[in-house]
């Protein structure tokens, strides 16, 4: 049925594992988004070109980088990340959605196609009745024979859709 062919579907079809894992990453966004950086500690070297004679005019630097945040970037960054994060649920729900969708559609035209293929089996049997009483008919000298040939025609026409719709 419908219901448990949709919760397969919600399990199996890949659109919906790229739209979770999207939504993922937009999740551990807002974790990043709400760290504050970390510090740098690194040595550089500078040229110094007034040196004595035989000096090095090479010095080794520290450094040391603090990086300050201001106005409140933090805060629209973790809005930011948040608003992505939302973005991603509701389009992981459109693809569930599209998903769902796609699915009944295919089962309607699932189940439309075996009720024509019904249909169409119960057709073809009465054609076959007709065609064989139209045949005995001609066999008397009752009727032409090109009235058996066009039933037959059409009894053959009737079984090819037959098996256009059970395919």
């Known amino acids: 049925d419908l219901r448990l062919l949709t919760l397969t579907a919600f399990y199996y079809h890949p659109d919906l594992d790229v739209a979770r894992a999207k939504w993922s990453?937009?999740?551990?966004?807002?974790v990043t988004a709400?760290?504050?950086?970390?510090?740098?500690?690194?040595?550089?070297?500078?040229?110094?070109?007034?040196t004595a004679a035989g000096e090095n005019p090479w010095i080794l630097q520290p450094a040391l980088d603090i990086p300050i945040e201001t106005f409140g970037k933090r805060g629209y960054r973790v809005q930011?990340?948040?608003?992505?994060?939302e973005a991603g649920r509701l389009e992981l729900a459109a693809t569930a959605w599209s998903v769902r969708s796609?699915?009944?559609?295919?089962?309607v035209g699932l189940l439309l196609a075996r009720q024509e293929a019904e249909l169409l089996t119960g057709e073809e049997r009465i054609r076959r009745q007709l065609v064989s009483i139209l045949?005995?008919?001609v066999a008397v000298g009752d009727l032409p024979r090109q009235l058996a040939s066009s039933a037959r025609i059409e009894l053959n026409r009737i079984r090819q859709q037959r098996l256009e719709s059970e395919g």
Not at 102 to 107: A, G, H, K
């Open 80 to 85: 930011q990340a948040k608003r992505l994060s």
């Open 25 to 30: 990453v937009a999740q551990a966004g807002v």
């Open 34 to 50: 709400s760290g504050r950086p970390n510090p740098s500690v690194g040595v550089g070297a500078s040229y110094v070109t007034p």
């Open 102 to 107: 796609r699915l009944r559609s295919r089962l």
């Open 135 to 137: 045949e005995t008919r």
